[in-house]
């Protein structure tokens, strides 16, 4: 191993450090002293984006989001992940919620549970079928809405008996 710099330098770096423990060891109070005394202060630091105005923007943006959802009964679950991919820089903004109080309770407020989901793919179907003259047997619902018999939740067959046997939807 070859070191790359002059042996003045590695010299002069050897004696400074002995130097420093000499004097760390038998003088510590003035070193202490002379440090506080030549060490500078770092520029503070400034905030470079306003938290509290980003929050209120992009609760906007997202209340924007969520009406154009609505429009629109297709389209995957709008879980929190969902929405916030919606959103410009959405993938900075999920890292940093919990700076933005506003937009996290916005998001915990309107994202679609999976009863939610499977009952509106549940009505999408519904209405698929309707519109196409089709019968609305059990099996048909399912298998058109992808509701697997096993992951389908309780409150989501409750209303899927309700449309087979008690609605008047024909």
């Known amino acids: ?15 400074v450090n002995t130097l420093y423990a000499w004097l760390y060891r038998n003088d510590r109070d003035w070193l202490l002293a002379f440090n506080r ?3 500078t202060q770092l520029p503070a630091r400034k905030n470079r984006v306003d938290w509290g105005a980003r929050d209120r923007a992009l609760t906007k943006q997202l209340l924007r989001v969520l009406g154009r959802l ?11 992940n969902y929405l916030l991919k919606q959103l410009k ?38 209405i698929a079928q309707v519109k196409a003259a089709e019968g609305l047997s059990r099996w ?5 809405a992808n ?7 309780p409150i989501v067959d409750n209303l899927l008996e309700w449309i087979v046997t008690e609605s008047n939807i024909k």
Not at 100 to 119: D, K, M
Not at 147 to 153: C, N, Q, S, V, W
Request: glycine share 4%; proline share 6%; hydrophobic share 40%.
């Open 147 to 153: 509701l697997p018999k096993e992951r389908i939740l």
């Open 1 to 15: 191993f070859k070191c790359p710099y002059p042996d003045f330098l590695v010299q002069f770096y050897m004696r």
């Open 37 to 39: 005394q030549k060490h």
């Open 140 to 144: 048909q619902l399912m298998r058109s």
């Open 89 to 126: 820089h959405s993938n900075s903004v999920g890292k940093k919620l919990y700076l933005l109080p506003i937009l996290a309770s916005a998001l915990n407020r309107y994202q679609e549970s999976v009863v939610e989901f499977q009952a509106r793919r549940l009505g999408m179907t519904v």
């Open 70 to 80: 609505d429009a629109v009964v297709e389209g995957p679950r709008r879980s929190q």
